[in-house]
């Protein structure tokens, strides 16, 4: 099955720094979508971003989806970035859709 | 408007217990996702519904685990008997399309002892 690996798996930045998340899919996916756990357990939609390049503040995406993966970039860090980045890839099989979550990143900024 | 909600937020039972986890999607929202979150295993979709019909269940890990969907507002995930291995996070997510984004309740975390 379709593999979904994300990087760097942990990172720690100081306030203010600027950082790039990584996600690698094994093969064609029909849509992409980040999401930040924060540290109370709760998963927040960044970007629903299948091609192309979004932007929501201090937030952007791209995926480049003919070379199968999609970047995070997360400009002038602030301690509430600190949580665990996920990527989910979606991908059409016998008619069914799946949901495959990368392991995420998990980043911790410091004040 | 609501997001999802799911109740409730944290359940401790003991082994053998049966356990019934509940969600109400976003109204609107044709499909219904529900995912186990572990350190081990990370995310993983167990089930999902459009209209109110089991479309995967492949995900679901033994018959211990149930889900159904008796409307297009409310869902349970129940488990019995339950395991201490079956300790997690529930997430119940919902979106207007199995192509648009999902969107996830704050999950159930559940403790069998």
């Known amino acids: 099955g379709i593999q979904v690996e994300q990087s760097p798996p942990d990172l720690i930045l100081q306030e203010g720094a600027n950082s790039t998340l990584r996600c690698n899919f094994s093969d064609s996916v029909n849509n992409l979508q980040w999401f930040h756990q924060n540290p109370w357990g709760q998963l927040i939609n960044l970007f629903y971003?299948?091609?192309g390049t979004k932007q929501n503040g201090r937030l952007s995406a791209t995926t480049v989806a003919t070379e199968r993966y999609s970047l995070l970039y997360i400009s002038s860090s602030q301690t509430t970035d600190s949580g665990v980045y996920f990527c989910a890839a979606q991908i059409t099989t016998s008619g069914t859709y799946k949901y495959i979550f990368g392991t995420g990143t998990r980043l911790k900024v410091l004040a | 408007d609501a997001g999802v909600i799911q109740s409730p937020r944290h359940e401790v039972t003991e082994m053998g217990q049966e356990v019934t986890l509940r969600c109400k999607p976003i109204?609107?929202?044709?499909?219904l996702f529900w995912y186990r979150q572990t350190m081990m295993r990370g995310l993983e979709l167990l089930i999902y519904?459009?209209?109110?019909?089991?479309?995967?269940d492949s995900g679901m890990p033994e018959d211990r685990f149930s889900a159904k969907m008796p409307n297009a507002s409310f869902s349970t995930l129940k488990i019995q008997p339950s395991e201490p291995r079956d300790s997690a996070v529930y997430f119940c997510?919902?979106?207007?399309?199995?192509?648009?984004?999902?969107?996830f309740g704050d999950g159930t975390r559940l403790s069998i002892l």
């Open positions: 997510a919902s979106s207007i399309t199995g192509l648009q984004p999902q969107h």
């Open positions: 519904f459009n209209n109110n019909v089991p479309i995967d």
């Open positions: 109204s609107g929202h044709d499909y």
């Open positions: 971003i299948p091609s």
